[in-house]
C-alpha cells in the first residue's frame, strides 16, 4: 500500500532516512526551501512555494488554484513502489492539507470524511489549511465534501510544530 509521511521541516532528513522515501513535496515559502535532499533523485522533489495563510495578506503567498495543481499533478505522477513525504514549515497546515488532498485525489472512491478522520487519528495536531482544501475540492469535483470533512475533525491540538506521521493511501 502506498503511504505517505508528513513532518515539519526541522524532522524532514530523518524522515526521509526513516521511510526510504523517493519523493519529497515541500510546501515553504520561496527562498526558504530546501536544497532537494541528497537521496532524492532530480525530477522526484516539488517545491510549491506557498504561504499558510487563508486570506490575502501584504508580503504572502495566497494560496491559489495554481499552487493545488502543482500538487495533485506531483502526486499523480509519483510512482507510489515506495513512500513519499510532504512537509511545510511545521508539518501542521500545508503539509496536512496537501496529504489530505493527496488521498482524496490518488482515490476518487474513497469517503472524504473517513480520509479526514484517518487524518486526525494519524496526527492529533493537523489542521489542514482550509483555503488549500476548498481548492482542491472544487477541481476534484468533491461538492464540498473535503471542505465538510476536514472541518469536522476541526482545529488541531495546539503545537509548536507537528510529530512525523505515516498516513495510508486507500
Known amino acids: 500500500m502506498p503511504t505517505l509521511h508528513v513532518c515539519p521541516l526541522s524532522r524532514l532528513p530523518e524522515t526521509i532516512a526513516a521511510t526510504g522515501a523517493s519523493h519529497v513535496l515541500t510546501l515553504l515559502n520561496l527562498p526558504s526551501a530546501p536544497e532537494r535532499p541528497a537521496t532524492i533523485a532530480e525530477g522526484c522533489h516539488a517545491v510549491v512555494g506557498v504561504s499558510d495563510i487563508a486570506v490575502a495578506t501584504d508580503g504572502y503567498v495566497l494560496p491559489a488554484e495554481d499552487h493545488v495543481r502543482a500538487i495533485l499533478d506531483f502526486v499523480a505522477a509519483w510512482p507510489r513502489e515506495k ?5 511545510c514549515y511545521a508539518g501542521i497546515s500545508r503539509s496536512t492539507a496537501a496529504a489530505y488532498i493527496a488521498a482524496c485525489a ?19 495536531s493537523a489542521t489542514p489549511n482550509r483555503l488549500f482544501v476548498e481548492i482542491a475540492d472544487r477541481l476534484l469535483g468533491r461538492d464540498g465534501r473535503m471542505v465538510s470533512a476536514v472541518a469536522a475533525i476541526g482545529r488541531g491540538a495546539d503545537a509548536f510544530e507537528g510529530t512525523p506521521f505515516r498516513f495510508d493511501l486507500g
Not at 513512500?83 to 512537509?87: A, K, L, Q, T
Not at 470524511?113 to 492529533?124: G, K, W
Open 83 to 87: 513512500p513519499m513525504v510532504i512537509h
Open 106 to 124: 490518488l482515490d476518487p472512491a474513497r469517503d472524504e470524511a473517513e480520509a479526514a478522520a484517518a487524518l486526525r487519528l494519524a496526527s492529533p
